[in-house]
């Protein structure tokens, strides 16, 4: 499988600010994916980034707040905008590899403060 | 569309004992499934997945699962339980994408 970097691994933001969260994956993939993971929660889909066209996004994530990049086919990132302390979660992309199942990465840790 | 359902919040088991995770999906065909465990502060491990095949599938850490079907269940088994194994277990359905249970959190009884 390939591997995929995700940075930063954690930050803790000022409320009203915004991060953006870079995944790079040392092959290309066709789709990528980005997860929320609130405190004691699941994972929670919030957008599917395919190169060339606009993510699409799950019921209850949009882009205003969760604009999505996916400039080529081994990069993508995540912006979580205008934050609020509900924004505290784990931020995770993932990567769908041929045969492979998915790969995620490490995560980022966000805390809004 | 394609969902996992994991009807246990928390478990409690003894070490030494044996363990069933329970994960039913819902698909229109055969899905892929996964289960995942995640430790206190830790990423995503893969325990094992299920693409085709066989449906009794060995994973890590001495884990199996098994593909029923029938009962569109997917449920996690450990013949013997070892302290370290308390965590987060997840069941995950991926086609498409992927979609995740809300996840068994397990205890381990000294």
């Known amino acids: 499988s390939a591997v995929i970097s995700q940075k930063p691994s954690r930050d803790i933001c000022q409320r009203g600010t915004s991060l953006t969260i870079q995944c790079q994956v040392d092959?290309?993939?066709?789709?990528m994916f980005w997860y929320r993971q609130q405190p004691g929660q699941s994972l929670t889909l919030i957008a599917t980034a395919n190169q060339g066209s606009e993510a699409t996004y799950e019921s209850g994530f949009v882009i205003d707040k969760f604009p999505i990049s996916r400039p080529n086919l081994t990069f993508s990132t995540l912006t979580v905008s205008n934050m609020s302390p509900e924004d505290s979660s784990i931020y995770l992309c993932?990567?769908?590899?041929?045969?492979?199942?998915?790969?995620f990465g490490s995560g980022t840790r966000l805390t809004v403060v | 569309a394609q969902s996992v359902t994991q009807p246990d919040i928390h478990i409690t088991v003894s070490e030494g004992a044996s363990l069933e995770l329970r994960c039913n999906y819902s698909y229109g065909a055969t899905p892929y499934l996964f289960w995942y465990v995640q430790s206190p502060g830790q990423g995503l491990q893969l325990l094992l997945k299920y693409f085709s095949g066989d449906t009794l599938v060995q994973g890590i850490k001495g884990f199996e699962a098994e593909f029923k079907r029938s009962q569109s269940s997917f449920n996690l088994r450990k013949p013997s339980v070892h302290w370290s194994d308390a965590a987060e277990y997840f069941c995950a359905v991926g086609v498409n994408d992927m979609r995740f249970g809300a996840g068994t959190r397990l205890t381990v009884k000294p």
């Open positions: 092959s290309q993939v066709t789709m």
């Open positions: 993932s990567y769908r590899g041929r045969g492979d199942g998915y790969t």
